[in-house]
Nanobody, 119 residues
Framework: QVQVVEFGGGLVQAGGSLRLSCSASGSIFSINAMGWYGQAPGKQRELVAVISSGGSTDYADSVKGRFTISRDNAKNTVYLQMNSLKPEDTAVYYC?????????????WGQGTQVTVSS
């Protein structure tokens, strides 16, 4: 059993910053990639940022230069620093962790955290 929990969403004015965090716990052998998806109202869930276990990162074009993903492998935690926020960043942000178990791999999702950016 693996639990993924996000923290840090909220309401912020355009141009402001937020930091999301997400921790995985439970029966974990190791974690490969971790990342964040965003789902805006009426739209599909889209990848925002991803980080490998070795620290390689990738971002959606819309957030490059504004968002930074990082992780603490010792804590099984991933962070998303969101700067220069825009109203179009408003979405529910979901964290995921690709977990290695002894005999299989599986992706686990958090419950989502709302980020609202006012103009």
């Amino acid at each position: 059993q693996v639990q993924v929990v996000e923290f840090g969403g909220g309401l912020v004015q355009a141009g402001g910053s937020l930091r999301l965090s997400c921790s995985a716990s439970g029966s974990i052998f190791s974690i490969n990639a971790m990342g964040w998806y965003g789902q805006a109202p009426g739209k599909q869930r889209e990848l925002v940022a991803v980080i490998s276990s070795g620290g390689s990162t990738d971002y959606a074009d819309s957030v490059k230069g504004r968002f930074t993903i990082s992780r603490d492998n010792a804590k099984n935690t991933v962070y998303l620093q969101m700067n220069s926020l825009k109203p179009e960043d408003t979405a529910v942000y979901y964290c995921y962790a690709n977990v290695r178990h002894t005999n299989y791999n599986a992706r686990y999702w958090g419950q989502g955290t709302q980020v609202t950016v006012s103009s």
